[in-house]
T-cell receptor
């Protein structure tokens, strides 16, 4: 079955630590996205990538970094510069970028501070 | 920002009743999409309606789009307990490279 796999499901971060969230897709989609969701809120875009080896900042990129070395993979690093990282992180993909295609989502990673 | 805003924020109805959620946005769009999110899960795409369309159906779902009022509605007919979830609209502005999501409507279906 094609889909998006996010891991781990739960992640805890210590002060001053960088953590990396994994996102893998086998849908052969060109575009991938990272969103942050706070309790009772909608999704805010962190980073997106429309093609391998290229990515753009979203609305709340500060304190986060990404890479897109392979079409299937779009890992997100939450750095120590992100002072309020506790949230639900969602990865998504679409056939192409540009907002004109449905997005397929993984089941998220819940990040908490220790 | 041309973020969609859903109304109401929360809706509780009896099983079998119809549920209507509304979404308003601020600028011209290419399309508007509706998604469902079950608690603790990712979003699931429901329907995409393009700016030149007025209505779309998918099973028990009916979506309307009024570009003159910059609004859309999602109707779920004959609701079931399994429809309990949060529903989000997302808009793609003309020329934009991304979707912008609203805050969502939390729908509860009571048995």
């Amino acid at each position: 079955d094609g889909g998006i796999t996010q891991s781990p499901k739960y992640l805890f971060r210590k002060e001053g630590q960088n953590v990396t969230l994994s996102c893998e897709q086998n849908l052969n989609h060109d575009a991938m996205y990272w969103y942050r969701q706070d309790p009772g809120q909608g999704l805010r875009l962190i980073y997106y990538s429309q093609i391998v080896n290229d990515f753009q900042k979203g609305d709340i990129a500060e304190g986060y970094s990404v890479s897109r070395e392979k079409k299937e993979s779009f890992p997100l690093t939450v750095t120590s510069a992100q002072k309020n990282p506790t949230a639900f992180y969602l990865c998504a993909s679409s056939v192409t970028g540009g907002g004109n295609q449905p997005q397929h989502f993984g089941d998220g990673t819940r990040l908490s501070i220790l | 920002s041309q973020q969609g805003e859903e109304d109401p924020q929360a809706l509780s109805i009896q099983e079998g009743e119809n549920a209507t959620m509304n979404c308003s946005y601020k600028t011209s769009i290419n399309n508007l999409q509706w998604y469902r999110q079950n608690s603790g899960r990712g979003l699931v795409h429901l329907i995409l309606i393009r700016s030149n369309e007025r209505e779309k159906h998918s099973g028990r779902l009916r979506v309307t789009l009024d570009t003159s009022k910059k609004s859309s509605s999602l109707l779920i007919t004959a609701s079931r307990a399994a429809d309990t979830a949060s529903y989000f609209c997302a808009t793609a502005a003309q020329g934009a490279q991304k979707l912008v999501f609203g805050q969502g409507t939390r729908l509860t279906i009571n048995p």
